[in-house]
């Protein structure tokens, strides 16, 4: 009987020919990613009672989440990081202004095909777009990974997700996920492997499986992963410089689940306030009026992302009373943009340019929003008060419908401007 | 060995209409705007304070009470605050008819009872404020009241031992790992 990804990645790392779903296994993850949270972890960690690391080269730590400090609390938590990371010699330490940590990471090859990676951070799952096992875990496992280099893993059933067709003008890897999560649900694939396969997805870059891999958390997966080939081989090349074996499922593996989906037809979709799986085509919901709009974030904060946006507001200004932020999710994707001209053409349409990190998508700083205020957001999260006041209402969607909001000021479809 | 039976009064998370609240988020459990705190006894305080209908429950909870939610509790981010201040709460147990994935392995890491009880949702309307109900940790019964008996999910055998170890460090210690 043929293996999964998870089956086959989980068995190979725990040295075994085969394992089941449902079974648990000891595993040393080749990374562990960490961010601000790194402060609380390493508190966690010295309370164990350990003094260093069991392998400080497996651990990955990128300032992001509050990136420059907000205030004395943020500025202080940092502080603490860069002194454990001197204590503990972590070389890959990536500080304030480097990016987000779900972009830095493979950008300085921290992924790689068959890699096992695990993350303080549930939208870690991202890295399975590179072919890696990558999944979130909480903090005193993150600690105790610090500690030991080992964890338990339970090995995940898997559901296959087929998807069909050419992608239609407009519409991007982003309406695809909001697709497919309105219709499984906010849990509908809890604690399950997702392999995202067929034709839309091997046509689609890196970067856009990467928003399949990362949303993927947002119907509960405990992993995502696209089956690695040429483009994400030459994705790596220069990145990743040592040897590694890719993992593919097997022809006959067994699926709890195999779903299908057609994307001829899909139109650009929007997440309604206040769950993930709120979905509906934007036409529904065409003419909210809007007070903010965001491009950026680890879900759609990419190269590509900013060039939907551009493309639609060239030329062109945001509506008046409409703040536009653009959060480049990387020091190099924001880089790769000026050389592209891409950022002074967003300046000019009336955007507010952000340093790369995840700004105030977890509503910690720089455009919270007010009691009563609309947003619309290429991030992966709406719940209530994420984004500053509770009485504030978050909109997702693609760069694409973002920047053609923006420019409207309402919700508009990218299709009509 | 610690009790693998508890008892406690009862919270239904419930909205105001009444029903169980499925979907409850971390957001929603601790919201984003505390995560600079890394003391656990001060995230307490915080627990629910963005759920609606809820934002006192910190102050009328007491330790060993019992928490009670629909489907899918602890959706969302990986930030194990949102365990760590129902343990900053002393709170006994936490019953759902299903858990976010990552929730899950936080609470079970933490050595805070959690257990899935399928199908509570149609069973929700028996369950009420202030009632007595018992956790079998070990058979996964649950028992409202004395009285009437219902099926959940025992804790499976890694979450047997890190509950009894107390958490996953000390649960490391027995196993004599090189923590």
């Given at each position: 009987m043929g293996l999964t990804f998870a089956e086959k990645a989980l068995a190979r790392k725990a040295g075994?020919?085969?394992?089941?779903?449902?079974?648990?296994?000891?595993?040393?993850?080749?990374?562990?990613?960490t961010h601000d949270n790194t402060a609380a972890i390493s508190k966690h960690f010295y309370k164990i009672g350990v003094q260093k690391m069991a392998n400080p080269d497996m651990s990955v730590i990128v300032l992001d989440h509050v990136v420059p400090a907000s205030d004395e609390a943020n500025a202080t938590n940092h502080k603490v990081i860069r002194e454990f990371v001197a204590a503990q010699g972590i070389r890959s330490f990536y500080d304030v202004g480097e990016g987000i940590c779900h972009q830095v990471l493979p950008e300085k090859g921290h992924a790689w095909?068959?890699?096992?990676?695990?993350?303080?951070?549930?939208?870690?799952?991202?890295?399975?777009?590179?072919?890696?096992?990558?999944?979130?875990?909480?903090?005193?496992?993150?600690?105790?990974?610090?500690?030991?280099?080992?964890?338990?893993?339970?090995?995940?059933?898997s559901f296959k997700i087929v998807?069909?067709?050419h992608m239609?003008?407009?519409?991007?890897?982003?309406?695809?996920?909001?697709?497919?999560?309105?219709?499984?649900?906010?849990?509908?694939a809890d604690y399950r492997s997702v392999e995202f396969t067929g034709p839309a997805v091997a046509e689609m870059s890196v970067a856009s499986r990467m928003v399949l891999c990362n949303m993927a958390a947002e119907m509960g997966a405990k992993n995502g992963v696209v089956e690695p080939d040429d483009k994400t081989r030459e994705w790596l090349k220069g990145r990743v410089a040592h040897p590694y074996e890719e993992v593919h499922a097997d022809p006959d593996a067994v699926y709890e689940r195999v779903i299908e989906y057609d994307v001829t037809n899909l139109a650009p979709q929007v997440a309604k306030p206040h769950t993930v799986d709120n979905v509906v085509p934007v036409t529904e919901v065409a003419?909210?009026?809007?007070?903010?709009?965001?491009?950026?974030?680890?879900?759609?904060?990419?190269?590509?992302?900013?060039?939907?946006?551009?493309?639609?507001?060239?030329?062109?200004?945001?509506?008046?009373?409409?703040?536009?932020?653009?959060?480049?999710?990387?020091?190099?994707?924001?880089?790769?943009?000026?050389?592209?001209?891409?950022?002074?053409?967003?300046?000019?349409?009336?955007?507010?340019?952000?340093?790369?990190?995840?700004?105030?998508c977890l509503g910690a700083h720089q455009g919270c929003m007010a009691p009563g205020e609309v947003t619309i957001s290429t991030a992966n999260r709406n719940f209530k008060g994420r984004m500053g006041s509770k009485e504030a209402f978050t909109y997702l969607a693609s760069p694409a419908t973002v920047a053609a909001s923006a420019l409207k000021g309402v919700i508009t479809d990218p299709r009509e401007v | 060995m610690k009790e693998t039976k508890i008892k406690g009064r009862l919270w239904v998370l419930t909205d105001a209409e009444g029903r169980l609240y499925d979907d409850i988020d971390t957001d929603m459990i601790f919201h984003n705007r505390y995560l600079h705190i890394t003391d656990v006894a001060q995230m307490g305080q915080y627990a629910?304070?963005?759920?609606?209908?809820?934002?006192?429950?910190?102050?009328?909870?007491?330790?060993?009470?019992?928490?009670?939610?629909?489907?899918?509790?602890?959706?969302?981010?990986?930030?194990?605050?949102?365990?760590?201040?129902?343990?900053?709460?002393?709170?006994?147990?936490?019953?759902?008819?299903?858990?976010g994935a990552i929730y899950k392995r936080n609470a079970i890491n933490s050595g805070l009872p959690i257990l899935t009880l399928p199908g509570l949702t149609e069973h929700a309307h028996l369950f009420h404020n202030g009632d007595e109900l018992e956790?079998?940790?070990?058979?996964?019964?649950?028992?409202?009241?004395?009285?009437?008996?219902?099926?959940?999910?025992?804790?499976?055998?890694?979450?047997?031992?890190?509950?009894?170890?107390?958490?996953?460090?000390a649960y490391g210690k027995l196993l004599g790992a090189a923590v």
């Amino acid at each position: 009987m043929g293996l999964t990804f998870a089956e086959k990645a989980l068995a190979r790392k725990a040295g075994l020919d085969a394992v089941v779903p449902g079974q648990i296994l000891v595993v040393r993850p080749d990374r562990l990613l960490t961010h601000d949270n790194t402060a609380a972890i390493s508190k966690h960690f010295y309370k164990i009672g350990v003094q260093k690391m069991a392998n400080p080269d497996m651990s990955v730590i990128v300032l992001d989440h509050v990136v420059p400090a907000s205030d004395e609390a943020n500025a202080t938590n940092h502080k603490v990081i860069r002194e454990f990371v001197a204590a503990q010699g972590i070389r890959s330490f990536y500080d304030v202004g480097e990016g987000i940590c779900h972009q830095v990471l493979p950008e300085k090859g921290h992924a790689w095909p068959g890699a096992v990676i695990v993350g303080s951070d549930s939208h870690t799952t991202t890295h399975g777009a590179f072919g890696a096992f990558a999944v979130g875990i909480g903090r005193t496992e993150a600690a105790a990974v610090m500690a030991t280099g080992e964890l338990w893993l339970r090995v995940p059933t898997s559901f296959k997700i087929v998807v069909k067709g050419h992608m239609p003008e407009r519409v991007s890897a982003k309406d695809l996920i909001l697709h497919i999560i309105g219709d499984l649900r906010a849990d509908g694939a809890d604690y399950r492997s997702v392999e995202f396969t067929g034709p839309a997805v091997a046509e689609m870059s890196v970067a856009s499986r990467m928003v399949l891999c990362n949303m993927a958390a947002e119907m509960g997966a405990k992993n995502g992963v696209v089956e690695p080939d040429d483009k994400t081989r030459e994705w790596l090349k220069g990145r990743v410089a040592h040897p590694y074996e890719e993992v593919h499922a097997d022809p006959d593996a067994v699926y709890e689940r195999v779903i299908e989906y057609d994307v001829t037809n899909l139109a650009p979709q929007v997440a309604k306030p206040h769950t993930v799986d709120n979905v509906v085509p934007v036409t529904e919901v065409a003419g909210t009026p809007i007070n903010q709009a965001l491009v950026g974030t680890c879900t759609d904060g990419r190269l590509e992302d900013l060039e939907a946006a551009a493309e639609i507001l060239r030329g062109r200004h945001i509506a008046p009373n409409v703040r536009l932020l653009v959060l480049p999710a990387s020091r190099e994707v924001l880089l790769a943009a000026l050389e592209r001209g891409l950022i002074s053409v967003l300046i000019e349409a009336g955007a507010t340019l952000l340093n790369p990190g995840c700004g105030p998508c977890l509503g910690a700083h720089q455009g919270c929003m007010a009691p009563g205020e609309v947003t619309i957001s290429t991030a992966n999260r709406n719940f209530k008060g994420r984004m500053g006041s509770k009485e504030a209402f978050t909109y997702l969607a693609s760069p694409a419908t973002v920047a053609a909001s923006a420019l409207k000021g309402v919700i508009t479809d990218p299709r009509e401007v | 060995m610690k009790e693998t039976k508890i008892k406690g009064r009862l919270w239904v998370l419930t909205d105001a209409e009444g029903r169980l609240y499925d979907d409850i988020d971390t957001d929603m459990i601790f919201h984003n705007r505390y995560l600079h705190i890394t003391d656990v006894a001060q995230m307490g305080q915080y627990a629910l304070d963005n759920l609606k209908g809820w934002q006192d429950f910190a102050k009328k909870a007491q330790a060993g009470d019992m928490v009670m939610a629909g489907r899918n509790f602890g959706a969302g981010s990986s930030r194990q605050q949102a365990v760590d201040c129902f343990r900053a709460l002393g709170i006994g147990a936490i019953v759902a008819e299903s858990f976010g994935a990552i929730y899950k392995r936080n609470a079970i890491n933490s050595g805070l009872p959690i257990l899935t009880l399928p199908g509570l949702t149609e069973h929700a309307h028996l369950f009420h404020n202030g009632d007595e109900l018992e956790v079998d940790f070990a058979t996964g019964q649950v028992v409202l009241n004395g009285s009437q008996v219902f099926q959940g999910e025992p804790f499976s055998q890694v979450q047997m031992d890190i509950y009894q170890a107390g958490d996953l460090f000390a649960y490391g210690k027995l196993l004599g790992a090189a923590v």
